[in-house]
């Protein structure tokens, strides 16, 4: 952390972080939140883990049941995100919305503003960020970092604020999301 203190704000915000598998969205959400003085983050991945018999990962020919538990999944983290923000909590929500569903998510969400990031780094960074975490994401499923990067930025909305953070530091963007908050706006 930048050793930047809490951000005291009323009223609370909902940020919404996406990206690739490897692009950063865990580790920028947990020190987003951790940069405010009340807040939540709201993982998918921990929504999917929550499924403990029968789940059915999202891979490149992904069957109808893994796209139903994913859909399931986003509700949950429309849902769950919005009752902390309404108890008072800033709420990071941050999940691969790739293509029509981060507009898809979005639409779940009856709150506005509501502040998108999406994290871009190139292909390249996204894998080797990936290498280096305990469960990698490209290799066995089939996915690769540029075919899962060519897809994301030609069928996803330009919606919010796109950080390329290839060679940024976590905290960094971080800096970058709350210089740049009133970019990531959608009303």
Request: hydrophobic content about 45%.
């Amino acid at each position: 952390m930048s050793g930047t203190p809490p951000v005291d704000e009323l009223p609370p915000r909902l940020f919404v972080v996406t990206g690739i598998c490897g692009s950063g969205k865990s580790t920028v959400a947990r020190l987003l939140g951790e940069r405010f003085a009340r807040s939540v983050v709201i993982g998918g991945d921990a929504l999917r883990r929550m499924v403990v018999g029968g789940r059915a990962e999202m891979e490149p020919d992904a069957g109808w049941e893994a796209v139903a538990q994913f859909e399931l999944r986003l509700r949950h983290l429309a849902f769950l995100a919005e009752s902390y923000l309404h108890a008072g909590f800033t709420v990071i929500a941050e999940d691969n919305l790739l293509g029509s569903y981060l507009e898809r998510f979005l639409a779940q969400l009856s709150t506005r503003p509501v502040h998108v990031v999406v994290l871009a780094p190139s292909a390249a960074a996204a894998a080797r960020r990936d290498a280096g975490r305990d469960k990698q994401a490209y290799g066995a499923a089939g996915w690769t970092a540029q075919s899962l990067d060519e897809a994301f930025r030609r069928e996803t909305a330009e919606l919010g604020l796109w950080l390329d953070t290839s060679e940024q530091r976590a905290d960094e963007t971080v800096d970058e999301i709350l210089r740049r908050t009133d970019e990531s706006a959608l009303c």
